[in-house]
């Protein structure tokens, strides 16, 4: 089955920094990746759709400033969290799209752990 | 709207029971994933579905498309197998590429004892 990886797993920082994780797709290529949160207890929301070579689409209510995304190949996508606080914590998860279209699903990687002090 | 509910939200069970877990959604659908969530957060795949049933191991997937439901069934349950299970939905009318977005359900949190 594909393979998608996210570096790093757990993160901590300050307050007003800017954290970046990677999202890998390792044995596909992916032109679509998604990046979730999920807060302790709830579900997981999508945060953004990010295509290859364009801009990333936001959700409702995320803000595209503050969370950076950055497609810039078929296998590496990057969320930036800018001038992150405490109500940044969460779990970020990232899942790719197979381009060829083997698999017609996503695939998830494991979780970044973002803990703002 | 688009809705998945999920049954229940949690679940005990004594190892070698048989588990079944119930996901039901609002509007027609392209496709419906069963993902697993254990505590240390990381999401596996386990199945994608769009029509009948499918098979891993001790794990089973079946969709009923016209009572728009879905259950997880796991034979002969282990403790290893306690996480929480996680119902996505692709709604119809989603044309792929961008628009590929799932729902979720809230997850049933899966508790096997020995």
């Known amino acids: 089955g594909a393979v998608v990886s996210q570096h790093p797993s757990r993160v901590i920082c300050k307050s007003g920094t800017s954290v970046k994780i990677e999202c890998r797709s390792l044995?596909?290529?992916?032109?679509?990746m998604f990046w979730y949160r999920q807060f302790p207890k709830q579900s997981l929301m999508l945060m953004a759709t990010?295509?290859?070579?364009?801009?990333?689409?936001?959700e409702q209510g995320v803000e595209k400033d503050k969370f950076l995304i950055n497609h810039a190949s078929l296998t590496l996508s990057t969320l930036t969290v800018t001038s992150a606080h405490p109500e940044d914590s969460s779990f970020y998860i990232c899942s790719a799209r197979d381009l060829a279209g083997r698999y017609n699903e996503q695939f998830f990687g494991p979780g970044t752990r973002l803990t703002v002090l | 709207k688009n809705e998945v509910e999920q049954s229940p939200q949690n679940l005990t069970a004594q190892e070698g029971e048989f588990i079944t877990i119930n996901c039901s959604y609002s509007?027609?659908?392209?496709?419906l994933h069963w993902l697993q969530q254990h505590p240390g957060g990381g999401i596996v795949s386990l199945f994608m579905?769009?029509?009948g049933k499918k098979k891993h191991g001790r794990l089973i997937a079946t969709i009923n498309i016209q009572e728009k439901h879905s259950s997880l069934h796991i034979t002969a349950s282990h403790p290893r197998d306690s996480a929480v299970y996680i119902c996505?939905?692709?709604?119809?009318?989603?044309?792929?590429?961008?628009?590929?977005?799932?729902?979720f359900g809230k997850g049933t949190l899966l508790t096997v004892n020995p």
């Open positions: 044995d596909f290529q992916a032109t679509t």
């Open positions: 996505a939905v692709r709604f119809r009318g989603y044309s792929g590429g961008s628009n590929y977005k799932l729902t």
């Open positions: 990010s295509n290859e070579g364009s801009k990333a689409t936001y």
């Open positions: 509007v027609g659908i392209s496709a």
């Open positions: 579905l769009s029509s």
